[in-house]
């Protein structure tokens, strides 16, 4: 898989998420500045979060 791919499905996978979590707990509120917050935050952090380099945090495994 090329790079790209790779940070696109990581990103898509964060946003997923988010939506739901979105979907499930804020939908219904009134507080239009924590919703926005949380989407910003979502938008931000799978952008982040899908370019950040978790190998060398991860155990080693003996294959």
């Known amino acids: 898989m090329t ?3 790779l940070y696109l499905l990581k ?6 998420l988010f939506a739901g979590l ?3 707990g804020l939908r219904r509120l009134t507080f239009y500045t924590l919703n926005r917050a ?9 952008a982040l979060y899908s370019a950040l380099d ?7 495994t003996n294959a």
Do not use: D, E, Q
């Not at 990103?11 to 997923?16: F, T």
């Open 38 to 46: 949380y989407l910003l935050f979502a938008l931000l952090f799978s």
């Open 22 to 24: 979105y979907y499930v």
């Open 54 to 60: 978790v190998g060398p945090y991860l155990p080693p």
């Open 11 to 16: 990103a898509n996978g964060a946003l997923l």
């Open 3 to 5: 790079a790209l791919l």
